[in-house]
């Protein structure tokens, strides 16, 4: 790699607070904000809105949309225009 070129990767927690979750890794992010990390570290700290932990898709709580009113609701709207 070329000196000089590259940002500054790091060590950086990203913690979604709606979930309660944390997870450490490395990244070009930064931060203003620190933590003390379980290892008694202290690392920039980035606050992100949505995780593994709280997105509907990874947590099994999706909501199911009602698909049935919605085809009934589009075939007797065109109904009318036919006949």
Not at 9 to 16: C, N
Not at 17 to 35: H, I, M
Not at 49 to 70: C, K, Q, V
Request: aromatic share 12%.
């Amino acid at each position: 790699m070329k000196p000089g070129i590259h940002p500054d990767y790091h060590p950086v927690v990203y913690r979604d607070r709606s979930a309660g979750f944390a997870f450490l890794t490395r990244s070009t992010a930064t931060s203003d904000k620190t933590v003390d990390w379980e290892d008694g570290n202290t690392y920039p700290v980035i606050d992100v809105e949505i995780s593994s932990a709280s997105h509907p898709f990874w947590t099994g709580r999706s909501r199911l949309l009602d698909t049935a009113g919605r085809v009934e609701k589009f075939r007797a709207k065109y109904a009318r225009k036919r006949g």
